[in-house]
């Protein structure tokens, strides 16, 4: 029997490798969308902290210490002890990040946010206190752009949730698997790792350069 329209010369098969194609793409910009979206709220943090100075948000009654021993703190602190509240620290945020999936996202939101301000804070607070803009990048870039990666890492998983939800919503399916669960726990591992080696660098490596620029 003679094959009918375009299967006769083949076309059909090329309609179902778009749609694959097609399906394979969108999902491989849903996999990559939390990590982008982490990233830039983060970098839409650090933008709304240099525009809003802290002094406009807070004053001293607000914290109970005044802004530079709040800032400074972990500096009356040595060695492993510093290391420890550093990491401490670290991952607090990484777990009220966690928890945003809770929220679909929503409250890591406003955490990101808040760490890209706080960076932009810190910065201008060190600035403001005469220290040149050299020895603000040699004192946070060592350590600052890993440890807000290891944010961006974990503040992705927060989002996971929204894009499941997004999934069903659009395919009326689950994208939850065994491949969506490794990609979680993969992020997850690569935030704390990052954390990890962003806290060591801060307590040893920047306190090397503290010193020497002292």
């Known amino acids: 029997s003679q094959v009918k329209g375009g299967d006769r010369i083949g076309i059909a098969p090329l309609f179902t490798w778009k749609n694959n194609y097609l399906l394979n793409a969108q999902e491989a910009i849903l996999q990559k969308t939390p990590t982008f979206v982490s990233l830039s709220l983060i970098i839409a943090g650090l933008c709304i902290g240099i525009i809003v100075p802290a002094d406009v948000l807070f004053t001293k009654s607000d914290f109970g210490i005044s802004e530079s021993e709040s800032m400074n703190f972990g500096l009356l602190l040595d060695g492993y002890d510093e290391w420890e509240f550093i990491f401490k620290n670290n991952m607090m945020v990484c777990f009220n990040l966690l928890l ?88 997850i591992t690569a935030g ?12 040893y490596v920047t306190g090397l350069i503290s010193a020497k620029i002292k």
């Open 100 to 187: 945003g999936v809770l929220t679909l996202g929503f409250s890591s939101s406003i955490q990101l946010i808040w760490t890209g301000c706080t960076v932009s804070w810190i910065v201008q607070s060190t600035m403001l206190s005469g220290t040149s803009g050299q020895t603000i990048m040699a004192l946070i870039l060592p350590h600052g752009l890993i440890e807000l990666g290891g944010f961006t890492m974990v503040g992705a998983v927060s989002f996971e949730g929204f894009i499941m939800l997004y999934h069903k919503l659009r395919y009326d399916e689950w994208s939850f698997d065994n491949e969506r669960m490794i990609l979680i726990m993969k992020r």
């Open 192 to 203: 704390i790792l990052l954390i990890l080696m962003a806290s060591i660098i801060e307590t």
